[in-house]
């Protein structure tokens, strides 16, 4: 069973560059959360969404980003317009319906902003 | 504000010594404390605590949680250059649907042989 895939690893944009992060769920996994962790900082929840739905996005900017898991495919975090400052790790994590607290990550998406 | 806090941020062993993480919290609807251990890439799942007082183990690695006094313990005996790495607490809120889980800053602790 593969565990939770995210693609790109790396990725490099230029400022005002638009940035599309891909995760795929770990098999039998409906839930997936979004956390960004900035250098020397823990993890920070951003977003929480199931098949369709987002169910919780209070730790999303207001402006610039968005997330969707749409029916068939990955989930996809996307960031417009990209500036210096969403230069981080973007981990993805997924749970199963049943266990739907214990989150498995994947590894990471670095996004480096020139 | 949900706050997780972890200390020390930083601590360097030698092999074969015993090291205690700490982590507090100060939530509201707390659900559960996990622990995630982090190399280089994606945080591991090591522990998932719901109830004070029952001490959860796997070889090296115990961990414990105190609801009265909020904090968790992260144990790990006989050290390894491989238990280098930064280990993360985290603490699930109950509230309403959301899967939010809050982290704290996370230990870095290295082993030398």
């Known amino acids: 069973n593969a565990g939770v895939m995210q693609n790109p690893r790396h990725l490099v944009r230029r400022r005002g560059q638009e940035a599309r992060l891909r995760c795929s769920p770990m098999?039998?996994?409906?839930?997936v959360y979004w956390y960004r962790q900035l250098p020397e900082e823990g993890l920070k929840f951003m977003v929480y969404?199931?098949?369709?739905?987002?169910?919780?996005e209070s730790g999303m900017p207001k402006e610039r980003f968005s997330a969707e898991f749409p029916k068939e495919g990955p989930s996809i975090l996307r960031i417009q317009q990209v500036v210096r400052g969403d230069s981080a790790a973007y981990f993805c994590?997924?749970?199963?319906?049943?266990?739907?607290?214990?989150?498995?990550f994947g590894p990471g998406t670095r996004l480096l902003v020139l | 504000e949900d706050k997780v806090v972890q200390s020390p941020l930083s601590l360097v062993v030698h092999e074969g010594d015993t090291v205690t993480l700490n982590c507090s919290y100060e939530?509201?609807?707390?659900?559960?404390l996990l622990w995630y251990k982090q190399e280089k890439k994606a945080p591991t799942f090591l522990f998932m605590l719901t109830s004070s007082g029952i001490e959860k183990k796997s070889g090296r690695l115990s961990s414990i949680l105190d609801k009265k006094e909020l904090f968790s313990i992260l144990n790990i005996t006989a050290t390894q250059t491989g238990d280098s790495a930064v280990y993360l607490c985290a603490v699930d809120l109950s509230s309403g649907n959301t899967g939010k889980l809050i982290f704290g800053q996370g230990t870095t602790l290295q082993v030398k042989p």
């Open positions: 939530v509201t609807n707390f659900r559960s």
């Open positions: 969404l199931q098949k369709e739905n987002i169910i919780d």
């Open positions: 994590a997924s749970s199963p319906p049943s266990m739907r607290k214990t989150q498995y």
């Open positions: 098999k039998g996994h409906s839930h």
